[in-house]
């Protein structure tokens, strides 16, 4: 168990660009999970895969934000057109199917210029 | 949607004090899990327990699913158990797999 891998942990750019981030699950964890933490609060949910497919979205997940897992395993969320809003730390986490532990990685945190 | 609420907010304790956490939830939950975040922000998972007592060297939670609450213990604190405790849940019947998260229980412990 490698755990939940997340790339990278530190991202900077300036407002208007677009980000990718890349997040490596468990290995047989066939559930994958994106959430957002901004400063003080809370772990946020925006999106979960099943496999490859996206089966929920958060009403956080904008238009600019967009979610991929192609083979069901790696998942990237890539922010569009960034802006001072998105600045927050985003978390990926996988799981068994069921009613099992999410399991988090240690992030990658955004910060807009 | 459900609602988590965490108490106390804030907590100052000396080392070597025991504390207890609190997290009531709005409806029934099917997962529940305790996390710490460390000062470096990184999340880590302390307990599953959607129901039942677990123990884990000095961490022991309990989970009293019929009443909506949730206790987390530390005792004998150390100043590497500071950092935000949260507790997450996931309610039942609604086909949802997202982590509700409470705000938190922000653990200071003092040398």
């Known amino acids: 168990d490698t755990g939940v891998s997340q790339n990278p942990r530190h991202k900077i750019t300036k407002r208007g660009q677009n980000v990718t981030f890349r997040c490596d699950p468990i290995s047989e964890h066939n559930r994958l999970y994106w959430y957002r933490q901004t400063l003080g609060q809370g772990p946020e949910f925006l999106t979960y895969?099943?496999?490859?497919?996206?089966?929920?979205k958060s009403r956080l997940l904008s238009d600019r934000f967009s979610a991929e897992r192609p083979k069901g395993s790696f998942s990237t969320l890539e922010i569009q057109r960034t802006e001072q809003g998105d600045s927050a730390m985003y978390l990926c986490?996988?799981?068994?199917?069921?009613?099992?532990?999410?399991?988090f990685g240690d992030g990658t945190r955004l910060s807009i210029l | 949607g459900i609602q988590v609420e965490q108490s106390p907010p804030d907590l100052i304790l000396q080392e070597g004090a025991n504390s207890t956490l609190r997290c009531n939830f709005s409806?029934?939950?099917?997962?529940l899990q305790w996390f710490h975040q460390n000062p470096w922000g990184q999340l880590i998972n302390l307990f599953y327990?959607?129901?039942g007592t677990k123990q884990n060297g000095r961490l022991s939670a309990t989970t009293v699913a019929t009443e909506r609450y949730s206790l987390l213990y530390i005792s004998s604190s150390q100043t590497t158990d500071s950092g935000v405790y949260f507790c997450?849940?996931?309610?039942?019947?609604?086909?949802?797999?997202?982590?509700?998260f409470g705000s938190g229980t922000r653990l200071q412990v003092q040398p």
């Open positions: 986490a996988s799981s068994l199917e069921g009613a099992r532990p999410q399991h």
């Open positions: 327990i959607p129901s």
């Open positions: 997450a849940v996931n309610p039942m019947d609604t086909g949802r797999r997202a982590l509700t």
């Open positions: 895969f099943q496999n490859e497919a996206q089966l929920e």
């Open positions: 409806d029934s939950v099917n997962n």
